[in-house]
């Protein structure tokens, strides 16, 4: 996700640090993944027949060396675990950005008025809190990293109550809702094509299977289909479309409803009280996806 209209370098360094783990450790695990179940399939298909040069099976030797890459790949996932890196990482990301948004605006547990010296103190205790509770992976900062409280964070801090409330609206809560439903759409077309997907392999490998009993071919095609539908759900259960859909749909309408409420804060004590609200509501849907992977 990012930071809405504000330019990234503007945000915390804890936040754009961790944000890049996720990233990284995302493309890991869908890379092993994708490798591994792509390996068992292949090791199935040259399985299933022969293929003699000589003295030499080469349809064996190639399942054997899909069978191996299979075997480094798994040893990877459970060696590395870059899919700790990504929720661990993606957790963080998540935890810092909404305490910069807290202090950004005014929110609970940081407020608005003087004594800007120990809000700054607070929030810098927090993120430390955040880093300490990283254990999965080092988090490697970036080349141009900055401060954990940037100069645009202290001007926005520093607007009055209905500056404010229209950063937040817009660069916060309308973002967030977008953002949200375009994902929410995307996971559940992604779903749509894949349940079609495995539907159709599944019909593939009972045609196949039926050619079989009666010998009208002479090759273990439900084995492969079989294979390759299992590698399919096996893939599913790593994206998990439609439980990310239905989680994604959840919290735009949830931000919806937060929307319709963002003119009812008057006072500067509402005004912190709602933000908590609404970050807590943002917070949630992260939670129930995080608690999902783990």
Known sequence: MDMGSHPEADFPALYRAADRGAIVGQRRLLAATGVRLASLVLAAIFG???????RLDAAAM???CALASALVS???????RPDRQWYEARAAAESAK????????GGEPFGHGPGDDAVDLLLSRRYSEIINGIKGFALVPLPEEGSQVTAMMREIRALPLEERKHRYLTGRINDQRAWYGRKARHHDHRSGQWSIALAVMEAVGLIAAVLNAVQAINLDLPGIVGAMAAAGIAW?????????ATSYSIAAMELGDIVSRVEWPRTEGEWAHFV???EEAISREHMLWWGSRS
Do not use: N, P
């Open 98 to 105: 909404t305490l910069a948004w807290r202090y950004l605006v």
């Open 48 to 54: 299933s027949f022969s293929l003699d040069t000589g």
């Open 276 to 278: 908590d609200e609404s």
């Open 236 to 244: 599913l259960q790593t994206r998990q479309h439609q439980q990310l």
């Open 62 to 64: 190639v399942a054997a």
């Open 74 to 80: 798994e040893v990877y996932l459970l060696t590395m």
